[in-house]
């Protein structure tokens, strides 16, 4: 099994940028398709964006398209989140996950998660 930390979160102003991190230990995270994803208050989980366990493909909600970009560190076993040009609507608590099966959209495809690391996005 894997075991994943996120880091990086804070505060930011609208049209600001953010860097999370998410640790894994245990098996390298290479042998999981990953995911980012993020849970307003009072709303439901949603994925950021997914990544095949290659890193070879990606699947980015419409909502951050242009603006995220994930990429992946295998000699930290490191997976980033690179979030730009934020938005008060990007407040939310972000986690990462790992799949043992592929990399997916959806929650119920997600074997591991994080803590999460809490964005916040003033106007």
């Known amino acids: 099994q894997v075991q994943l930390v996120e880091s990086g979160g804070g505060w930011v102003q609208a049209g600001g940028s953010l860097r999370l991190s998410c640790a894994a230990s245990?098996?390298?995270?290479?042998?999981?398709?990953m995911g980012w994803f993020r849970q307003a208050p009072g709303k439901g989980r949603e994925c950021v964006v997914a990544?095949?366990?290659?890193?070879?493909?990606?699947n980015y909600a419409d909502f951050v398209k242009g603006r995220f970009t994930i990429s992946t560190d295998n000699a930290k076993n490191t997976v980033y989140l690179q979030m730009n040009s934020l938005k008060p609507d990007d407040t939310a608590v972000y986690y990462c996950?790992?799949?043992?099966?592929?990399?997916?959209?959806?929650?119920?495809?997600?074997?591991?998660w994080g803590q999460g690391t809490q964005v916040t996005v003033s106007s």
């Open positions: 996950a790992a799949s043992r099966q592929y990399y997916s959209p959806r929650t119920y495809d997600y074997d591991y």
């Open positions: 245990g098996r390298p995270f290479k042998a999981y398709g």
């Open positions: 990544i095949s366990r290659s890193g070879e493909y990606t």
